[in-house]
C-alpha cells in the first residue's frame, strides 16, 4: 500500500460524518470508489495547500497518486449541503478548487478562511454553519433514519436529489457496497457477505460491486489493492 491512513474518527457535529487524514508513500495509482457523501479536503504537496470541494461519486474511478502527499478530508453528512454550491455540481468529477489567499488560508463565498486541522474541523464547520454556507435538510435526514412519511413521499425523493445529488436508491446501494467491502477486507466469507449485506446471491454481489467499486470480490480482498478511504458508515436505511 503506498497510501496511508494516519488517523480518523467520527464526529459529533451534525454536518460532519467523518475527519481523516493520510499520506503517500510514494507515487501510484488507486481506485476511488463510488461514495454518498461530500467533503472538504485541504491536499499539501510540494509545499503548497490546495482546498477542494468534492462531492458524491456513482462510479468508481482510478485515480493517480503523487509522491509525499498529504491529505485531511472533513466527510459531510448526507443531508448536510451547501446552498452556494449545489451537490449536483459536484457529482463525479475531481472536485471544486477555492481559490487561496496564503498557504494558511483561503476565499469560500467571498470570505477569507483559514485552513482547518484534524483537530479543529467541528468548529471550522461550525462556523461555515454561522455564516450560512452549510446547513442540513430535515427531511433528508428523516427519511435516512426510516421516517415513513418521508419515505412515501414523492416530493421528499425529489428534495433528497436535490440536496445530496443523487438519488434514494443510488445512495442505498452505494452504501451497501461499500458496507460488503469492508467485510471482505475484514476476511469474512463471500458468502456471509451476500448474507449480511442482503444481496440475492453471489453473482448479485460481483454486480454491484464491479458497479460501484469497479473490481470483483476476488480482487478487492488482494492485500495489494489500493482503495480509497473506507469505515464502517452506521447509516440508517441502506438495505
Known sequence: MFIEFDDDRASNSPFIERVWHCHSERG???????????????SRLRGQAIV????????????????????LAIRFKVGAFMPQVPAHRLLNNLGLNLPQVSQRAFLLDGRTWELPTYDNAETFVARLA??????LDSEVTARLHGDPLALSTRSVQRRFMRVTGITHDSFRQIER??????????????????????????????????QWVGLPPTKIVDP???????????NSQIR
Do not use: M
Open 28 to 42: 501510484g495509482r488507486f481506485v476511488s470508489i463510488a461514495s454518498s457523501h461530500c467533503e472538504l479536503v485541504v
Open 52 to 71: 477542494t470541494l468534492r462531492g458524491p461519486e456513482t462510479r468508481p474511478t482510478e485515480v493517480p497518486c503523487p509522491a509525499d502527499g498529504e491529505w
Open 130 to 135: 454561522k455564516a450560512g454556507f452549510i446547513a
Open 177 to 210: 457496497a461499500r458496507d460488503a467491502v469492508n467485510l471482505l477486507r475484514q476476511g469474512v466469507s463471500i458468502a456471509d457477505v451476500v448474507w449480511q449485506c442482503g444481496y440475492y446471491d453471489h453473482p448479485h454481489l460481483t454486480r454491484s460491486l464491479r
Open 224 to 234: 495489494d489493492t489500493q482503495l480509497s478511504f473506507l469505515y464502517k458508515t452506521g
